[in-house]
C-alpha cells in the first residue's frame, strides 16, 4: 500500500491540462518585470512555468522527477526537490505557485522554507484549493472507504485549510498579506471522471486491495454523479480556489 501520488506526464498531459491553463490568470497577479529571478514552487510538467515570460530568470522546482524531467524537456532550468526541503536563501523576487500547496501536509515548513528563499521585498504568489475545495467527489471518497472500514483521514492527502487559518499561518511566517481571496470555479473534466481519480485520487485507491480498486472507483464515480454529471455525461468539479498574495517585508 503506498499513500504516495505517481505522477505520470503522459496521462496528466492528456486529463489535467486545464490545471496548467486555469493558472494562467494567477500570472497577473505576479506580475513579473524583466530582469527578476522567480521560483515557480510545485510546476509540475512545466505547462504554466514556460508561459512565465522570458526576460524573467525561472526555477521551477517539483518533488516527482518524472514531472520534473518532463519540465526540463521543455527547456526550462528544473530542481526536483519537495516544497518541504526548500533549500534555497534569498535568492528569489518572487515564489509563484499553482495547485501544488494542498499536497504539501506540513505547510508552516513550506512557507518558512518560501520565506527563506525570497529576497526582501520578495513576493508569494500563489493558488491552491481552499476548505470546501473537490468536497463532492472528497465526501464520496470518504464514504466508500468507511464502507470497507477504513478510516479516510488515515490516507486522505490534500490540505486545504480556510482563508483566515492560511492568512494566519503567513502572517505567523512575517509575510504581509497583500491579498487573499476565495474563488468558486466548477471545473468541467475533459473525460471521465475515473480518469481524474486515477490521477488524482491514489493515496485513496491505494489503500483497497488491487482486485478491488475498479469497484471502489465505480462506487465513488456513482456517488458524485448527481451532483456532478450533466444530462448528456459531462463532469464538472466543485472546485474552489484560495488566491493570495503576500510580501516579505
Ligand atoms: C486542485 O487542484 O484543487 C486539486 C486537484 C486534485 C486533487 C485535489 C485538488
Same mark, same amino acid.
Not at 29 to 55: F, Q, S, V, Y
Not at 90 to 114: C, I, S, Y
Not at 134 to 152: C, Q
Not at 201 to 229: G, M, W, Y
Given at each position: ?44 510538467d512545466g505547462a504554466l512555468t514556460e508561459k512565465i515570460p522570458r526576460e524573467v530568470s525561472v526555477v521551477g522546482t517539483d518533488a516527482s522527477f518524472a514531472q520534473a524531467r518532463a519540465a526540463k524537456a521543455r527547456g526550462l532550468s528544473i530542481v526536483a526537490v519537495d516544497g518541504h526541503h526548500l533549500c534555497f536563501k534569498r535568492q528569489f523576487d518572487a515564489v509563484f505557485t499553482n495547485a501544488a500547496l494542498h499536497w504539501m501536509r506540513q505547510p508552516e515548513k513550506v512557507v518558512e522554507g518560501v ?48 482563508? *483566515?487559518? =492560511?492568512?494566519? /499561518? ?9 491579498? $487573499? &481571496?476565495?474563488?468558486? +470555479? ?5 473525460? *471521465?471522471? =475515473?480518469?481524474? /481519480? ?9 489503500? $483497497? &486491495?488491487?482486485?478491488? +480498486? ?26 474552489? +480556489? ?8
Amino acid at each position: 500500500m503506498s499513500s504516495t501520488t505517481t505522477w505520470n506526464p503522459a496521462t496528466y498531459a492528456r486529463d489535467a491540462r486545464f490545471v496548467a491553463d486555469l493558472g494562467q490568470p494567477l500570472l497577473q497577479l505576479l506580475a513579473p518585470r524583466d530582469g527578476e529571478i522567480i521560483m515557480d514552487l510545485g510546476c509540475g510538467d512545466g505547462a504554466l512555468t514556460e508561459k512565465i515570460p522570458r526576460e524573467v530568470s525561472v526555477v521551477g522546482t517539483d518533488a516527482s522527477f518524472a514531472q520534473a524531467r518532463a519540465a526540463k524537456a521543455r527547456g526550462l532550468s528544473i530542481v526536483a526537490v519537495d516544497g518541504h526541503h526548500l533549500c534555497f536563501k534569498r535568492q528569489f523576487d518572487a515564489v509563484f505557485t499553482n495547485a501544488a500547496l494542498h499536497w504539501m501536509r506540513q505547510p508552516e515548513k513550506v512557507v518558512e522554507g518560501v520565506w527563506q528563499c525570497l529576497k526582501t521585498g520578495g513576493r508569494f504568489i500563489g493558488e491552491f484549493g481552499v476548505n470546501g475545495n473537490v468536497e463532492t467527489v472528497r465526501s464520496a471518497l470518504h464514504e466508500a472507504l468507511l464502507h470497507r472500514g477504513i478510516d479516510p483521514l488515515a490516507v486522505d492527502p490534500w490540505y486545504f485549510p480556510s482563508a *483566515e487559518d =492560511f492568512s494566519n /499561518l503567513l502572517v505567523n511566517s512575517s509575510f504581509t498579506v497583500r491579498s $487573499i &481571496e476565495i474563488i468558486q +470555479r466548477p471545473t468541467p473534466l475533459p473525460g *471521465e471522471l =475515473f480518469n481524474w /481519480l486515477e490521477i488524482f485520487a491514489q493515496p485513496f485507491t491505494n489503500a $483497497i &486491495e488491487k482486485h478491488h +480498486r475498479q469497484s471502489f472507483l465505480d462506487e465513488v464515480c456513482r456517488r458524485s454523479e448527481t451532483a456532478l454529471r450533466d444530462a448528456d455525461g459531462r463532469w464538472t468539479v466543485d472546485y474552489v +480556489r484560495l488566491r493570495f498574495a503576500a510580501v516579505k517585508c
